[in-house]
């Protein structure tokens, strides 16, 4: 599962107009996270060491800085903690050891394991141009997928039964998940989790994080419950098809067969029952949807479309919020917060628990909206009733860095402008859109950006 680690990935190679914090910033295999990552919510010299070999097509390290700017991102300390990598590798084992790995599981699994350098340009990639979350949508959200996940759904319905009464919940959620991550155990990525974890672990600018990745890795290749060859995925880490951390497998795999083995690669019931227990362990509410489409009146005050801002869903219709295709809200006493993921010229949305859920998998709304759409469809619900605002084009990183510093130069923003849309920035943009009689919804459109050149 994509946990803390899952999201840098997903944001280095497509970013959303929209960034949010990520799960602890890492994941691409082939599916979700090369589309998803951040969307909605965030030179020297020294002795070269050869970069990893390309294998299968993929590039080589590009021998240059990261973007980031850290110093462990420079070319130079990039070189010499590569150089070093053997040893930093060997000074792990005294870890190992305390988590019960043996020395010759320990030898065995590290034995000629090299650096995947080429990781260096990933883990500090900043994409130039964005998707739009409609576009997202269109892409996650199709006919061809959701006919293989009704497939899904009746191959394996007897364990989606089984977990649904074990874990209470929805098998639809749990299918969503398998068909947005991996679409469907076809894209979950090639490389070694333990090289990348390793590679990660001694080399860039998150080491401490991915310390625990690697040794977790060990752990569960020492216990047999994966193979060397089962145990590969994205360059962070993730890996089977639901994406799995090495951590987040430690904390939510579990045996559902009685094999003897925690398999969420090969197999479905494994694979089933620990997405189910993840989102169990995560609060996820039996019986409950994840939120509602609405209809956000004119002239609503969109300081109010904020995740900490929830309230009963009686007290939303009391502000003139309505269900899109007229239905009554069935749970008046739910609590909810307002999303507006396209500002006031897209459609509302009322979040419930469960979506709050969902982002604990991965903590972009966008995610959370593709699979709790993707759930409903599933189910035989319909699409969307109101329209994108599909004429709006997404800004590039350089306008979006360019609206933080004219935000800033008005005195509305007081971060440091890095050309991603998060919290932080849109609450300046909303300042200023109130400031000049606009809806405050935080969009950043290209009409903002014109506003704020004073064109």
């Not at 694979?271 to 939120?291: P, R, V």
């Amino acid at each position: 599962m994509r946990q803390t680690a899952a999201f840098l990935a997903g944001a280095v190679l497509i970013a959303a107009a929209i960034l949010v914090p990520g799960r602890a910033d890492a994941q691409s295999s082939g599916g979700l996270p090369d589309l998803f990552g951040g969307i909605f919510s965030g030179p020297g010299g020294g002795s070269p060491a050869p970069s990893t070999p390309a294998t299968g097509g993929a590039k080589p390290w590009s021998g240059e800085d990261g973007a980031s700017g850290h110093p462990l991102m420079s070319a130079a300390a990039i070189r010499q903690a590569a150089a070093n990598f053997d040893n930093c590798v060997a000074s792990m084992w005294p870890d190992a050891a305390r988590r019960r790995i043996s020395q010759q599981s320990f030898e065995h699994f590290t034995a000629g394991m090299s650096p995947d350098l080429r990781i260096m340009d990933l883990l500090d990639a900043q994409p130039e141009f964005t998707k739009s979350i409609w576009d997202y949508l269109d892409i996650l959200v199709n006919d061809t997928r959701l006919a293989k996940g009704r497939e899904i759904l009746a191959k394996y319905k007897a364990q989606f039964e089984a977990t649904e009464k074990a874990y209470g919940v929805d098998r639809y959620v749990i299918a969503a998940i398998w068909g947005i991550e991996s679409n469907y155990s076809t894209q979950m990525g090639d490389r070694s989790v333990l090289q990348s974890t390793a590679t990660l672990a001694c080399i860039g600018r998150r080491q401490g994080y991915f310390k625990d990745e690697f040794l977790t890795a060990l752990e569960i290749l020492h216990r047999g419950d994966l193979r060397p060859d089962q145990l590969r995925g994205s360059w962070a880490g993730a890996f089977g098809p639901t994406q799995f951390m090495p951590t987040a497998f430690k904390r939510y795999a579990v045996d559902a067969d009685g094999d003897g083995r925690r398999d969420v690669v090969d197999n479905p019931a494994d694979l089933i029952a620990s997405t189910a227990n993840n989102l169990k362990k995560d609060g996820w509410q039996t019986g409950q949807t994840w939120g509602y489409e609405v209809v956000v009146p004119r002239n609503f005050n969109y300081m109010l479309a904020d995740r900490a801002r929830a309230m009963t869903i009686a007290q939303w219709e009391n502000l003139g919020i309505r269900r899109a295709a007229g239905q009554a809200f069935p749970h008046p006493t739910e609590k909810a917060y307002l999303l507006a993921p396209a500002g006031a010229e897209g459609p509302g949305f009322l979040m419930l628990q469960n979506f709050r859920v969902i982002m604990k998998y991965n903590p972009a709304e966008a995610y959370a909206l593709a699979i709790g759409h993707f759930a409903d469809r599933l189910r035989g619900g319909q699409p969307f009733v109101q329209p994108w605002p599909r004429q709006e084009r997404e800004l590039s990183r350089g306008e979006r860095l360019e609206l933080q510093q004219l935000l800033a130069q008005r005195g509305f923003y007081r971060g440091t402008p890095d050309g991603q849309i998060g919290g932080q920035t849109r609450e300046a943009l909303r300042s200023f859109q109130a400031s000049i009689g606009a809806p405050a919804d935080g969009f950043a459109s290209s009409d903002m950006l014109e506003r704020l050149r004073g064109r």
